[in-house]
């Protein structure tokens, strides 16, 4: 099988599009198939053809199948070094790891209260405290990588890397909830925003007319 990238829906699989724009942004090649979530047995068990463990996203390559967002996108640093999904400096990967490791186990309040949902019209909603925390560290985050490495370009660490994969989908989840950002997380979200990539993803997920009910809570 050619590399191929398995996802989910792309209004509303924010773990599926950490991969994908990792790929795409940084010109891997891949072949994408799309299977709808929670549509029932049938799609269920077509994503257990490509992985035991029933999630997207799966990406194989050859012979090799990697499951996890984190995990397709260090396989991807390792297989292409070319495609800089890390930065060069030690110190700098190690902080790029980490924030993005971060992402990947944290900001449970901040999932469960703004979901994913690029279809919803742009509007607050009332938070708890803890989602309230959450928005704050990512602010923390952005603003810290900007301060130290906006000298070398316009994303977290001076060039696009895995850390800008893996935090696109709060990119989208602050547009849609209209969460209050200061001048230097403005500017990130709108470097993110203009990225084709991000516009691509953007653009397919306004054009699917799949809802899914239990994200159409708010």
Not at 150 to 165: E, H, I, N, Q, T
Request: with cysteine; aromatic share 12%.
């Amino acid at each position: 099988m050619a590399r191929t990238l398995v996802i989910g829906n792309k209004n509303y699989s924010s773990w599926s599009m950490r991969p994908w724009l990792a790929l795409k942004a940084t010109n891997i090649a891949f072949d994408e198939v799309v299977i709808p979530l929670y549509t029932g047995d049938a799609d269920k068990r077509r994503i257990l053809a490509f992985t035991d463990s029933g999630k997207v996203p799966v990406l194989i390559d050859g012979d090799v199948t990697i499951w996890d967002s984190l995990a397709i996108i260090e396989y991807a640093a390792e297989r292409f070094p070319k495609a800089r999904l890390w930065p060069d400096d030690v110190a700098a990967r190690a902080h790029a790891r980490s924030v993005s490791a971060e992402m990947h186990s944290g900001f449970a309040a901040l999932r469960n209260e703004c979901g994913m949902n690029i279809h919803r019209p742009v509007g607050p909603k009332t938070l708890s405290d803890a989602a309230q925390a959450d928005i704050a560290r990512v602010k923390q985050i952005w603003t810290d990588c900007r301060e130290r490495y906006g000298r070398f370009g316009p994303y977290l660490f001076g060039a696009f890397s895995g850390a800008d994969a893996m935090f696109a989908p709060v990119v989208h989840r602050f547009r849609t909830y209209a969460i209050e950002l200061d001048p230097v997380c403005q500017g990130y979200m709108a470097v993110m925003m203009a990225l084709p990539a991000f516009q691509e993803w953007t653009e397919a997920a306004m054009a699917e007319t799949l809802v899914i009910a239990k994200f159409e809570i708010d």
